[in-house]
């Protein structure tokens, strides 16, 4: 006999099992967000985070346990009815047809007749300027950078009318003021009556954005507090189950000398365009180097640049006072440099 569950709360888990083979990915996980609240879901990697929503977005199916939408008892089959059910993921890894552009992977696969691309513009338009998204719906996917890309996931959701938002650590590959927008969206989200899960591994996120935070550890839900009554040093022990000290030491750099000298570079981007423009700076030895800008600022560029993955217009990158500027991507890493190169997509490219 199935227990009666309040209207009010959009998602209950209750004891939900999953398991692969000889691993237990989830353990009599128990989970409930309401309508017009905000849930961080928090654990380390591994800890069963994703697998969790990706069976509420119909890709798993639960060995054990009952899932509640909306106080009544489902069955989620396939990403199908988990749409159905209002339940919109954005998942950590995107699922865009890279060939397509933004509006044709929007509408893909919504049911009813097919809009005219006008009519599809017009709705996007709407949406994007209600959040203050920006896309360009006639973009390829496979020309757009990282943030564009989950820009065009957070749209189909929308687009769909979700009201149960599921986003899969969406901040990973945000700016700052990128993030900001993002929360200040799903904040207008929350105040017209969403619920929505929000999966992050930033504890500064967790205390700004959510209203409650559930901490799952080694596949087990270990227990859901209210963030307002949490500190970041409170959720660091519970994920990790013991005390953790969060403070960094950092040595005094030796040998402070030149290592590499990045003078004059010019590059263009795959579109044509100046990505950078005159750039020149110098990394020592013992130190660690920032990189800020907003997406598209060059970063990329500049990145696959040094790792012999680009063509420059003009320029140098001097690595221990040799140009590496021609050189083949395994003669840099035979020199010393990228060996731990990590691109921004590192599904796609990494």
């Known amino acids: 006999m199935s227990e009666e569950i309040s209207a009010e709360i959009a998602v209950k888990c209750s ?7 000889s691993v237990v990915a989830n353990d009599g996980i128990d989970l409930e967000v309401k309508y017009g609240e905000i849930l961080a879901l928090l654990g380390e990697n591994g800890s069963g985070k994703t697998t969790l929503m990706n069976m509420l977005s119909g890709i798993y199916h639960p060995d054990k346990g009952n899932i509640y939408i909306a ?11 988990s749409i159905e059910l ?4 954005i998942h950590q890894h995107f699922k865009l047809v890279e060939v397509f552009s933004a509006a044709d992977n929007i509408v893909a696969g919504t049911k009813g007749k097919l809009k005219s691309k006008g009519a599809v513009r017009d709705e996007i338009k709407k949406i994007s300027e209600q959040l203050g998204l920006e896309v360009d719906p006639d973009k390829k996917v496979y ?5 564009e890309k989950q820009t065009v996931e957070i749209l189909k959701v929308l687009y769909r ?16 003021q990128e993030t900001e927008k993002l929360f200040n969206i799903l904040r207008k989200m929350k105040a017209q009556g969403c619920a929505i899960i929000i999966i992050t591994h930033k504890l500064g996120e967790v205390m700004d954005i959510s209203d409650r935070v559930t901490i799952l550890r080694k596949g087990k839900s270990v227990e859901t507090v209210n963030t307002a009554e949490s500190s970041e040093k409170q959720l660091t022990e519970l994920m990790v189950g013991k005390a953790v000290e969060l403070s960094i030491e950092r040595p005094e750099p030796v040998n402070v000398k030149p290592i590499l000298n990045v003078v ?6 795959s579109e044509g365009s100046i990505a950078l423009d005159d750039v020149s700076f110098v990394i020592n030895r013992g130190e660690i180097l920032g990189v800020a ?17 680009q063509k420059i ?7 221990n006072k040799e140009n590496i500027i021609g050189k083949t991507p395994k003669e840099i890493i035979n020199l010393g440099i990228s060996m731990s190169f990590i691109p921004e997509d590192r599904l796609g490219m990494g």
Not at 165 to 174: G, R
Not at 293 to 309: F, H, P
């Open 15 to 21: 004891g939900i099992t999953k398991v692969f083979g």
């Open 71 to 81: 106080g009544k008892p489902e069955v989620i089959n396939s990403p199908m009815d």
């Open 86 to 89: 209002g339940i919109g993921m």
């Open 143 to 147: 020309n757009m950078s990282v943030s």
């Open 161 to 176: 009318g979700a009201k149960i938002l599921i986003l899969d650590e969406p901040t990973a590959v945000l700016t700052p």
């Open 264 to 269: 004059d570079l010019t590059v263009k981007n």
């Open 293 to 309: 800008g907003i997406a598209g600022s060059g970063q990329k560029e500049l990145c696959e640049t040094i790792a012999g993955l």
């Open 313 to 319: 217009e003009k320029g140098a990158v001097l690595y």
